[in-house]
Structures are given as structure tokens and as C-alpha cells.
Nanobody, 119 residues
Framework: QVQLVESGGGLVQAGGSLRLSCAAS????????MGWFRQAPGKERAFVAR????????DYADSVKGRFTISRDNAKNMVYLQMNSLRPEDTAIYYC????????????WGQGTQVTVSS
């Protein structure tokens, strides 16, 4: 069982940066594949980025490639999303997600953190 708590959201101007954090509970965190999703107003939840259990493999949505970086610290049970060059279209609620394997469905979700990018 893993519980996820996001933090770090807020209001930022276009071109600015934010770093989201996700604190995970549970002794098996280092075995989980982790990721970030987002849901903009009136839209479905969408994939943003994911990272393997070891942290050696990452993947990104095309819309954030080159601007966002996902990372993790297994010693601290933390996952991060560094967001640079933010755009108004990045405005959304960002969710941390965990799954037990690369092909598994997401089994754990955080409560979300709001990111608002003003133009």
C-alpha cells in the first residue's frame, strides 16, 4: 500500500518554473513505477511523465518534452517534477501516480496540486 501527497503547486507567470514534489509512504516505494498526470478544466486526465523504479528510465508527453524533468529519490520516498518554461496551457491539477510495474495500471493516486500559469 502506498499513499501519495503532492505539494509545490501555485501561481506562476508564463516562462516561469515550479517544482512539484510527491511524498510517498510505504516501505516498497522503491519498487514502484511512478508518474505525473494532469487534468485541465473541462478535459480528461492526461499523462505527463513517468519514471522507472530505479530512476534510470523516463518518458514524457510530447507537450512537455524538453521543459519538464521527472526524478525520484528512493532514499527519501520522493518523486519530483521540475517544470520550466511554463505556458498557460500547462494550467491544470497535477497528480502523482504509482503502479507496481511498467505494464500495470495506475493503482495509487495523490490528491492533486493546482498549477496555474498566467499569460
Amino acid at each position: 500500500q502506498v499513499q501519495l501527497v503532492e505539494s509545490g503547486g501555485g501561481l506562476v507567470q508564463a516562462g516561469g518554473s515550479l517544482r512539484l514534489s510527491c511524498a510517498a509512504s510505504g516501505r516498497t516505494f522503491s519498487s514502484y513505477f511512478m508518474g505525473w498526470f494532469r487534468q485541465a478544466p473541462g478535459k480528461e486526465r492526461a499523462f505527463v511523465a513517468r519514471i522507472s523504479s530505479s530512476g534510470l528510465s523516463t518518458d514524457y508527453a510530447d507537450s512537455v518534452k524538453g521543459r519538464f524533468t521527472i526524478s525520484r529519490d528512493n532514499a527519501k520516498n520522493m518523486v519530483y517534477l521540475q517544470m520550466n518554461s511554463l505556458r498557460p496551457e500547462d494550467t491544470a491539477i497535477y497528480y502523482c501516480a504509482g503502479r507496481v510495474g511498467p505494464a500495470a495500471e495506475v493503482g495509487y493516486w495523490g490528491q492533486g496540486t493546482q498549477v496555474t500559469v498566467s499569460s
